[in-house]
């Protein structure tokens, strides 16, 4: 079982940017961020390989969003710049051992989200 913790969200104005961390409780291959607004269903945001060779971005969050990882800590981080009233969701990290994919399907952990609140 890997568990993870996610933390950073809060409540930001358009414009502005936010980090959120995801700390993985043991090394695991590819770590990502799925999203969940209000009546809507879960999508997926972005995701890094293990050893960043292969990064996946929505095409909403490219050139804003920026996701990094920290093997040592195990830790995924997402930067996000930019951000406008639409991104408010809630933010959920997911992880697989083997997969790294688009799908939530795709991935066996999830953590518990984290809220993201984008004021106009």
């Known amino acids: 079982q890997v568990q993870l913790a996610e933390s950073g969200g809060g409540l930001v104005q358009a414009g502005g940017s936010l980090r959120l961390s995801c700390a993985a409780s043991?090394?695991?291959?590819?770590m990502g961020w799925f999203r969940q607004a209000p009546g809507k269903e879960r999508e997926f945001v972005v995701a890094?390989?293990?050893?960043?060779?292969?990064?996946l971005y929505a095409d909403s969050v490219k050139g804003r969003f920026t996701i990094s990882r920290d093997n040592v800590k195990n830790t995924v981080y997402l930067q996000m710049n930019s951000l406008k009233p639409e991104d408010t969701a809630v933010y959920y990290c997911?992880?697989?051992?083997?997969?790294?994919?688009?799908?939530?399907?795709?991935?066996?952990?999830w953590g518990q989200g984290t809220q993201v609140t984008v004021s106009s």
């Open positions: 043991r090394r695991i291959y590819a």
């Open positions: 890094l390989s293990w050893s960043g060779g292969t990064t």
């Open positions: 997911a992880a697989d051992r083997a997969r790294l994919g688009r799908a939530g399907h795709e991935y066996a952990y």
